[in-house]
């Protein structure tokens, strides 16, 4: 496993050289002129031709580049055009609060998915099953801005019970939280419901039944367990989209997060944030994915890295 963990983090080095170019050149296809809006629109040309020559944009593009690549290596992704602090400071300041958001939407969805999933398996077409498949389907159809608008209307508006958005206690996650989870566990539920099925027809099943294992000791010791490769590889890639910024809730919800400030961003055209941005996304997707293959080991041990 270890030299299978080795060959992965080498292999991550050319995939973000990769992604790099895409990434920079998709910046620099967004429509708009960042040295205008630096400049003002008031400015004259010589001073927006002033602000580009300062931001290094009247260099040919792919020497742009390899300024972005050198300072990508030195670990300096540059200073926001907006705000003129450090890159590094933006996307800092708004990591973790996506970060525990990610967290507590995925704890919601695990914990309601998997419960959901196994009851539905287990009762087949009785009406648990059809009641469970009927929220997943409805977990996955309603689209997540509706759903925390309509949770800031109730429980913020109306009952007064939670804060209709911003971040100032712990209560500020749990609408959002509880938003983003929805649809998650809505497709972790079926994955679940789906794969246990399956596994439930295996003959070992059927033995330990018959030796006289209990049905929760069965279903949840060891169909479960089996039942989880497919399960995980798609939660791996769900929290790898919720990590990357759900802009759209955090939106909803005025969250401080990484996906306002690439909304924010984009708006400005501030070339430095989105690229730094846009390639921590990545990374994340490559480092989340690294970890799903090494859990298939743990949750099957017959699978073997070479």
Do not use: C
């Amino acid at each position: 496993m270890f030299r299978f963990f080795i060959k992965r983090v080498i292999g991550i080095i050319p995939i973000l050289f990769i992604v790099s170019i895409f990434i920079f050149l998709f910046v620099h296809m967004i429509p708009g002129d960042p040295a205008r809006l630096v400049a003002g629109q008031d400015a004259t040309i010589e001073d927006v031709e002033n602000v580009r020559e300062q931001l290094g944009l009247d260099k040919p593009i792919h020497v742009q580049y390899l300024n972005f690549v050198d300072g990508i290596f030195k670990g300096d992704f540059g200073v926001s055009l907006k705000t003129s602090r450090p890159v590094y400071d933006e996307i800092a300041m708004r990591f973790m609060p996506t970060f525990w958001l990610t967290v507590w939407s995925m704890v919601f969805a695990i914990i309601f998915g998997l419960l959901i999933g196994v009851i539905s398996a287990t009762k087949r077409n009785k009406w648990q099953d059809y009641l469970g498949m009927f929220g997943a389907v409805s977990g996955i159809s309603v689209p997540s801005f509706w759903l925390g608008l309509v949770l800031i209307q109730i429980f913020a508006v109306m009952l007064g019970w939670l804060p209709t958005g911003g971040l100032e206690s712990w209560k500020s996650y749990i609408l959002p939280s509880v938003t983003l989870g929805a649809g998650v566990a809505a497709v972790i539920a079926r994955f679940t419901r789906s794969s246990l099925m399956d596994i439930l027809r295996e003959d070992y099943i059927r033995t330990g039944r018959a030796k006289g294992l209990k049905n929760n000791k069965v279903v949840w010791g060891h169909g479960l367990k089996n039942a989880m490769i497919p399960v995980v590889t798609m939660t791996g890639l769900q929290f790898g989209f919720l990590l990357g910024g759900s802009i759209v809730i955090e939106t909803v919800f005025s969250w401080p997060g990484l996906g306002r400030l690439l909304i924010d961003s984009v708006a400005f055209r501030d070339y430095p944030v989105i690229q730094a941005e846009m390639l921590l996304f990545a990374l994340e997707f490559i480092v989340i994915n690294l970890v799903v293959d090494l859990l298939y080991g743990f949750l099957n041990p017959q699978i073997r890295y070479d």
